[in-house]
């Protein structure tokens, strides 16, 4: 095309303009997420609560619409979909427990009753002895016994009961005195100081796992921002920045693959 002047180049400029402008990038290939998504189980139920909950996080941490330059952004949301299912930890089999329980009660309920049977009977077998060697006694025995000898028992007795209403008091008081001292904890014993952050470690439970990366996941696309101490163990290279590389990082950890130093 040969141009005469400017009155032609100005249009073929325009146009080259409008033409870039109206480039669209491709969208991102979203294949891997939903797969990873299928691939949660349909009954959690039999799943901890814990680990079922680190997979709920990851799929609602999937952002959708963003373009091909954020691929390798996409590609980390479906391997967290990925870890967090492979993570899945089944509830404990309560089935032993219980038939512990119930053989522990049958044990329990034979030995009571029979401890019972027993104590009933020898209750009886004394009782009835009692009635018998009672009832052998002779009216001749009750009547031999004077008025005086009955008067002086009647004050030797009253005389020689001690004083036991202050000894009973004294030992009250004193016992309650050191139950209630003993009773109170030790607030000296009590810990000053919080346990220092394990690096990787963002919801400080103590463990690093695919909760953390589902958590730097949703800062890094602005779902759930994290706090300033969050960040701080979020920024696994020490870059000052909170992105894909750290999340890259803590999944090689988790997956045993690069420790995190």
């Given at each position: ?28 290939d979203?294949t ?71 053989s ?12 019972d ?43 020689s ?9 004294d ?53 759930k ?37």
């Open positions: 095309m040969t141009y005469h002047g400017q009155e032609d180049i100005d249009p073929a400029s325009e146009a080259l303009t409008a033409a870039v402008e109206g480039l669209k990038l491709k969208a991102a979203y891997a997420v939903d797969k990873a998504i299928a691939a949660v189980p349909k009954d959690t139920s039999v799943y901890t609560d814990e680990s079922v909950k680190a997979v709920t996080d990851a799929v609602n941490a999937v952002v959708r619409d963003l373009d091909i330059t954020k691929q390798s952004e996409v590609n980390a949301m479906a391997k967290a979909i990925n870890d967090a299912v492979a993570a899945l930890e089944k509830k404990p089999d309560d089935s032993s427990s219980k038939t512990d329980d119930d522990s009660s049958k044990t329990d309920d034979s030995s009571s009753s029979k401890t049977d027993d104590s009933s009977s020898k209750t009886d077998d004394s009782s009835s002895k009692t009635d018998d060697s009672s009832s052998s006694k002779t009216d001749d025995d009750s009547s031999s016994k004077t008025d005086d000898d009955s008067s002086s028992k009647t004050d030797d007795d009253s005389s009961k001690p004083d036991d209403s202050s000894s009973k008091t030992d009250d008081s004193s016992s309650k005195t050191d139950d209630d001292s003993s009773s109170k904890p030790d607030d000296s014993s009590k810990p000053d100081d919080k346990p220092a952050r394990t690096k990787g470690d963002i919801d400080n439970n103590g463990k690093v796992n695919v909760t953390d990366i589902v958590k730097i996941a949703a800062h890094v696309k602005g779902v921002p994290l706090s300033e101490e969050e960040r701080a163990e979020a920024d696994l290279n020490g870059d000052g920045k909170v992105n894909v590389t750290d999340i890259s990082l803590l999944a090689a950890h988790v997956k045993g693959i690069k420790p995190l130093k």
